[in-house]
C-alpha cells in the first residue's frame, strides 16, 4: 500500500528528461537511474534517517494528457511508516513542484492544486493511518508481527538524526554526538537508546534510555559496570554541569570537555539494569509505525 501523486503541468510544457536530471541531481540523498521505456527514476534515500520515497518519469501516449497536462511525473511514498517519512519527503514535493511551477493531484483526497507540504503531510497520515487500521487486521490473520513506537519518540529520534551530521561537522570541540538507536526488547516493545560510554562529553538528545559504560568504586579497586539508565535519570544527575547546544528551532543538552571531570560523582549514583544487548534487536526506520490504532495500542 502506497501514498501516490501526480504532477501537472497548467502553465507551459513540463520540465524536460535533462531538466529533471539536472534538478534531481543537484539534491543531497537522490539517485538518478534511467529506467526502461525511456523512464527515469529518482530514489530518495537518507541514510541517517533511513527514510525514502520516489520520484519518477515515465512518457505518456497523446491520449493521455487530459485535463491540466499530466507531466508523466509521479511521487510514491509507502505506508505503514512512521509519520516523519511524510515530515522528511512532503517539503520535497512542495519544492519540486515551486520550481517546475507544477500543481499536484492527490487521488487519495480527489484533489488538484498547489502542493503544500503540510496539507500533503495530514493527507499522507490520514490514509497512513487509515492502512494501519486494515494491515491489523491482516496481520491477524496471518499471524504478522507489527511493531509500534508512540508519534512523540519517534519524531524526537528523527529530528535528532536528521541533523546529527550537521551537529558533528560543525563542532570544534572534542565533544562525542551519538546516534540514537530504536531497539526492541525481547518483550517486543520498542524503545530510543544512546550510548554513553566512561563519562565522557558528549551530547544528550531525548530518548528513553541511556546504556552506560562506568567504573564502579569498590573497597578494593574498581570494577567495569554497564547497564541501561532512564535517559531523565541520567539527565536529572547531571543538570547542572550540561550546556544547551542551539541549531535552528533544535536545543540539545551536552556534557562539555571542561566538564567531563566534574560528573564522575554523580555517574556513581545512577542506577545500571544490567542487560544483554545480544538479546536486542536494532529497528531500521521502516520497520515500525507510531499509529496508536484504538484496541492495539495504548492512546
Known amino acids: 500500500m502506497s501514498f501516490d501523486l501526480y504532477f501537472c503541468c497548467e502553465n507551459g510544457s513540463a520540465p524536460s ?3 529533471l536530471k539536472e534538478y534531481f541531481s543537484a539534491r543531497p540523498f537522490f539517485q538518478v537511474s534511467d529506467v526502461a521505456t525511456d523512464g527515469v527514476q529518482f530514489w530518495y534515500q537518507n541514510e541517517s534517517t533511513g527514510v525514502y520515497c520516489e520520484f519518477s518519469y515515465s512518457p505518456l501516449d497523446a491520449n493521455e494528457l487530459e485535463g491540466c497536462g499530466s507531466s508523466g511525473l509521479t511521487f510514491n511514498l509507502n505506508f505503514i511508516r512512521p509519520s516523519f517519512f511524510a515530515y522528511e519527503t512532503m517539503p520535497l514535493v512542495e519544492s519540486f513542484c515551486q520550481h517546475f511551477d507544477l500543481v499536484v493531484e492527490d487521488p487519495q483526497e480527489e484533489t488538484m492544486q498547489p502542493a503544500e507540504a503540510k496539507r500533503l503531510i495530514t493527507s499522507w497520515r490520514a490514509h497512513n493511518a487509515w492502512a494501519m487500521g486494515t494491515m491489523t487486521e491482516v496481520a491477524k490473520e496471518e499471524d504478522m508481527e507489527l511493531h509500534y513506537l508512540p508519534e512523540q519518540r519517534a519524531t524526537e529520534w528523527w529530528s535528532y538524526m536528521s541533523i546529527r551530521q550537521q551537529i558533528e561537522d560543525a563542532l570544534t570541540e572534542d565533544i562525542y554526538v551519538p546516534s540514537l538507536m530504536i531497539l526492541m526488547n525481547p518483550a517486543k516493545q520498542l524503545f530510543t537508546m544512546l550510548l554513553w560510554p566512561d563519562g565522557i562529553a558528549q551530547f544528550f538528545p531525548p530518548c528513553d534510555y541511556v546504556y552506560m559504560e562506568r567504573e564502579k568504586k569498590r573497597v578494593f579497586g574498581k570494577k567495569k559496570e554497564t547497564g541501561l539508565v532512564p535517559y531523565q535519570s541520567v539527565i536529572d544527575a547531571l543538570e547542572s554541569f550540561l550546556v544547551i547546544y542551539k541549531l535552528g528551532d533544535h536545543q540539545i543538552k551536552y556534557l562539555s570537555p571542561e566538564k567531563q571531570s566534574s560528573v564522575t560523582a554523580p555517574i556513581q549514583t545512577l542506577d545500571l539494569e ?11 526506520s521502516d520497520s515500525f509505525h507510531d499509529v496508536a490504532v484504538p484496541g492495539e495500542v495504548p492512546q
Open 17 to 19: 528528461v535533462p531538466e
Open 274 to 284: 544490567s542487560v544483554d544487548l545480544k538479546r536486542y534487536t536494532q529497528m531500521a
